[in-house]
């Protein structure tokens, strides 16, 4: 007989035994006022231990995973973060091109997931529209999630959630990048700055352009031929078009940026036309790689390796695995081939007025977490997740256990305070068979590269941490601060315009149109749409300032 029925029936005799004394009523030990408070005694002691059974189930947190040959839901990370948090666990299953599907699916079938990560902001409206989505409140960020919420703080600033409230609402944790707003480095051949006599990193447009002639006609490389060029690049987008060139004249081609508390576009202010008349007059000297029109990525790196070229802009995260270097893998690729080749890293030369920078990218991307509607009314659980995804992002022994396992069983410490695995666990998958070192979804993302602690269980060369920190600061510039704001005249607007821009530059850069060709540039600009795309701009700028 199952508890409650038992309990049930202690009842139902109580009640009547209770009964039959009453009628007696021959001892005072009969008391009915005493057998009616024996009975309740009894009926709650039995529903204590229904409630009991409840209590003793534990919580169950899903988590997602993308790789499950990977993962392990009894595996040692698993059970490491059950013990510690207490709960009981189980996998959502997707790969990382089904999990929206799978999660429109569940949605659709009622079976709406405790959670779940990695939307754009549209589908993070569409969501909030069909009322499937808890709020989350601040207080609970603040309470049970302290470091996760001074880390958003210290990304986006003194409002992190304005781009993500709906009507004084919240309802999803912002999908952040810490290294996108301080990516963007100029990197100069150290070594051939020293060969050709300078012995002073430039500063300046000026400094630079006395470096990139040196780099052209002082034969850097030695090798008695005038072959290398001052500079190389890209056209691959706006942005990419020497874009620390037009920061130094204080704008930014190809974001829309905030100037004196207004929204701007940088390629038709007047400050453009300046950083135009100067990449002119580099291209008319041949200080600037002829092929930069028709480079992609990989060929900029590939006549940086092979020393082509002294000087390049681009973002450094190219290295992530081996330090966060410099210039994507230019560096490592370079140092097999010549071990003597250095760079001096600014964050862009100088302009007459002092400004410097190049396009960064907006370290908010999308939405990283959302939680069911259901979790509204389980609030215990959603703190739960919001604890585990704080404990698993920024507390050293989560990153030891989730890289490294079982200390004395899959790892020994080094004596310079590393890390090393023991065997057989040095193959990647002993590790996922022991059940850590796979692709663990819990959340992911919340990662604050600032803290090198933190950041070298993601870097494989710990020696290159220090510079790592150095270019984080050095990374100067501005992003397109409306980029997670959905505009669909600019959607419809961008691909004309952008081409119109593009053609423009590359014409006035390479002198196939005269500087002055700009001024008719900017009028054509606006009666392609420019002016409607501008107003629908400052209306998504005010908006956002009101949230």
Known sequence: MNKKKFGLSVLICLMMLTAMLSG????????????????????????????????????????????????????????????????????????????????????????IPDWW???????????????????????????????????????????????LRRDGKIYGLPGIWDLAPHGGVVGFREDWLQKVGITKTPETLDEMEEALKKFRNDDPDGNGKQDTYGMTGTAGSIGDLFSFVFGAYGVYPGAFTEDNGKIVRGEVLPEAKEALTVLNRWYQESL??????VNKGNNVQDKMVQEKAGAVATYWFGLAQDGVFCCNDIYSALHKKNANASFAMIPGPKGPNGDYGMQQGNALFGVDVMFGKQLEQDHDKMVKYLQVFEFTSFEVESKIALNYGEEGKTFKRTADG??????PYDDQKERWKYGFGGAYSVPGGWNDDYNEELAS?????????????????????????????????????????????????????????????????????????GDKVMEEARQAYDKLKQQ
């Not at 969501?127 to 958003?152: C, G, N, R, S, T």
């Not at 600037?288 to 029109?293: A, H, L, M, T, V």
């Not at 590393?418 to 065997?423: A, L, M």
């Open 24 to 111: 007696c009523g021959s001892s005072s030990d009969s008391d009915p006022g005493k057998g009616q408070e024996m009975a309740q005694s009894d009926a709650q002691k039995a529903n204590e231990g229904e409630t009991g059974d409840k209590q003793a189930e534990k919580m169950k947190l899903k988590f997602w995973t993308y790789y499950p040959e990977q993962t392990k839901i009894d595996g040692y990370f698993m059970n490491f973060l059950k013990k510690k948090f207490d709960f009981d666990a189980d996998f959502y299953v997707a790969s990382s091109d089904t999990q929206k599907e799978k999660l429109n699916l569940a949605i659709a079938s009622g079976d």
């Open 117 to 163: 990560k990695s939307l754009s902001f549209q589908e993070y409206d569409k969501l909030i529209k069909q009322d499937v989505v808890a709020e989350i409140k601040v207080e609970d960020l603040e309470k049970y999630a302290p470091k996760y919420l001074a880390f958003l703080h210290k990304v986006l600033g003194d409002d992190p959630f304005k781009y």
């Open 288 to 293: 600037i790689d002829p092929e930069f029109i």
């Open 418 to 423: 590393g890390f090393e695995y023991i065997k």
């Open 457 to 529: 269980f993601d870097t494989k060369d710990k020696s290159m941490l220090p510079i790592r920190s150095k270019l984080m600061e050095l990374g100067t510039g501005k992003f397109d601060i409306l980029g997670p704001i959905d505009r669909p005249l600019y959607n419809d607007y961008k691909e004309r315009l952008d081409k119109l821009t593009m053609q423009t530059f590359l014409d006035i850069i390479i002198g196939k149109k005269p500087v002055n060709e700009f001024d008719n540039y900017v009028a054509e600009w606006n009666k392609l749409g």
